[in-house]
């Protein structure tokens, strides 16, 4: 069983920082794409970041030059550092990852974390 883990969620103010975290655990073989995807009230689930095994990365232009997304393959994580934050940013994030498992590629999503940003 594979699981992914967010961490880092919460209640800031509009201007400020937060950086969510996602952790991998469990039996699998390899790690692919990772990224990160929110949604907010009453609005579909829509992409915020990913990034490639071999990091290459790509953003929703509405966080570009905003948020960046990273990952430690060794702690098979992935974070995504979020900086002047906006109240339309409010949101749950989840994480999303592409896994090898079985000899065969699945996708995972974490449970999500709520980002609430006050104006």
């Known amino acids: 069983q594979v699981q992914l883990v967010e961490s880092g969620g919460g209640l800031v103010q509009a201007g400020g920082s937060l950086r969510l975290s996602c952790a991998a655990s469990?039996?699998?073989?390899?790690?692919?794409?990772m990224g990160w995807y929110r949604q907010a009230p009453g609005r579909q689930r829509e992409l915020v970041a990913v990034i490639t095994g071999g990091s290459s990365t790509n953003y929703a232009d509405s966080v570009k030059c905003r948020f960046t997304i990273s990952r430690d393959n060794a702690k098979v994580t992935v974070y995504l550092q979020m900086n002047s934050l906006k109240p339309e940013d409010t949101a749950v994030y989840y994480c999303?990852?592409?896994?090898?498992?079985?000899?065969?590629?699945?996708?995972?999503w974490g449970k999500g974390t709520l980002v609430t940003v006050s104006s």
């Open positions: 469990g039996s699998f073989s390899e790690i692919n794409t």
């Open positions: 999303n990852a592409w896994i090898v498992r079985d000899m065969s590629l699945h996708e995972y």
